[in-house]
């Protein structure tokens, strides 16, 4: 049976629907399977589709590719105006003052810029927990303190439980909205409100990685709140929905001082072919819609799972999502990997809760078909 699922999921090719986009995508190189490391191998163990990572499971638009293959014919030059010319494209689509966006290598860039101030200074970070940990490693590696205050027992992040684990030292407050592992939102205005009054005692960071996916009314980014207060800086990311986790394009936004400060951190980290990559992934609104729209089909997908097998579940703002597998985590991943299915590590918090992120929605049946069978009736 394994045999047969595995098979027939290396045999589909791929496919990625027949929209104009999908054609083009298809009609270019190399865009088929993006969510193995050895596409076009079978399915194992060894070669796991990658619901894992909360990666773009359709990889770079092939628009982007062409773009960056052919930048790559003037990568042996220095390249110091290209930036200039991103930042004027994000300022147009966020409406933000050029002076108030940075570029950097990732969203990790700024995580450790903000992470490394904070432990130079001798300060603590208050951070929920779980969360995304970047932040706290360079905060330790620099000799701060880290604060995690958990959420709460319904997994939402609490504003007054992170106001009332601030300390005098408190120099920075991290917020991943929406969270990961966990991909709920805070809400828009008591987090606005949070970030005006908490940036009076202490860099505010609101890690926007997700931004993109979110569909809730609920939600909004902080970016507007930058200009006008030194002390909160907004993150955004090309890793997730413009599939560049390993090409490094992020950004982050702040006041002109603060945009200032943090650059001091980078030096010309990002590579021509990846700014211009960047330049025209950001202007291809259809693609990103493609992605999304694909996200929320794979993510039905697995929410009908989990109500057929009453697994309790967390509503995705994001790429990926959160269930109680009733049973210890690290079992549950060991055991689908067996079949190629590789999903998210054990958080300790929550034993028996497993992160998957999407893949394309047949990856998405190929995962159901592999849980039913190896955890359906337990
Ligand atoms: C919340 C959050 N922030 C930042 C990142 C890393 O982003 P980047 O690839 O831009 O460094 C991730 C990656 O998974 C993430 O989940």
């Not at 939402?156 to 990961?180: C, E, F, G, H």
């Not at 693609?287 to 967390?314: A, C, G, H, R, T």
């Not at 958080?347 to 078909?369: C, G």
């Amino acid at each position: 049976m394994t045999d047969n699922i595995m098979n027939d999921i290396t045999r589909r090719g791929w496919l990625v629907g027949t929209t104009a986009i999908a054609s083009s995508m298809m009609m270019a190189r190399g865009a088929s399977a993006q969510t193995m490391i050895n596409m076009g191998e079978p399915v194992s163990k060894d070669n796991p589709i990658r619901y894992t990572n909360n990666e773009n499971p359709y990889g770079i638009n092939p628009k982007v590719m062409e773009a960056i293959i052919e930048a790559y014919k003037k990568a042996h030059l220095y390249n110091f105006t290209t930036r200039r010319k991103l930042v004027k494209i994000i300022s147009e689509i966020e409406d933000i003052p050029p002076e108030c966006i940075l570029v950097g290598a990732g969203s990790t860039e700024f995580l450790m810029a903000t992470g490394a101030l904070c432990g130079i200074a001798g300060g603590n970070a208050v951070v929920p927990y779980p969360s995304y940990a970047a932040v706290t490693r360079y905060v330790t590696r620099f000799g701060g303190q880290v604060i995690e205050v958990p959420v709460r027992e319904d997994m939402s992040i609490n504003l007054d439980d992170l106001r009332q684990a601030m300390t005098d030292n408190t120099k920075l407050v991290y917020i991943s909205n929406p969270n990961n592992p966990i991909p709920n939102i805070v809400e828009k205005k008591s987090l606005e409100k949070f970030c005006l009054e908490v940036s009076k005692k202490a860099m505010v960071v609101i890690d926007e990685a997700y931004y993109e996916y979110v569909r809730n009314d609920d939600f909004s980014t902080m970016a507007h709140l930058v200009k006008d207060n030194p002390n909160i800086i907004v993150l955004r990311t090309a890793s997730k929905i413009h599939a560049f986790a390993n090409v490094r394009v992020g950004f982050a936004f702040g006041h002109p001082d603060t945009v200032k400060l943090l650059a001091k951190f980078g030096s010309n980290t990002i590579s021509y072919p990846a700014q211009i990559g960047a330049m025209v992934s950001y202007k291809d609104k259809e693609y990103q819609k493609f992605v999304v729209d694909k996200n929320y089909q794979s993510l039905e997908i697995l929410y009908k799972m989990f109500d057929e097998l009453n697994l309790p579940y967390v509503k995705s703002n994001a790429n990926f999502t959160y269930f109680n597998a009733g049973r210890d985590a690290k079992i549950v991943r060991d055991k689908l990997l067996e079949s190629g299915v590789l999903v998210g590590r054990q958080y300790k918090a929550f034993p028996n809760w497993v992160r998957i992120s999407t893949a394309k929605p047949e990856e998405m049946d190929y995962l159901v078909k592999i849980y039913k069978r190896d955890f359906g009736n337990i």
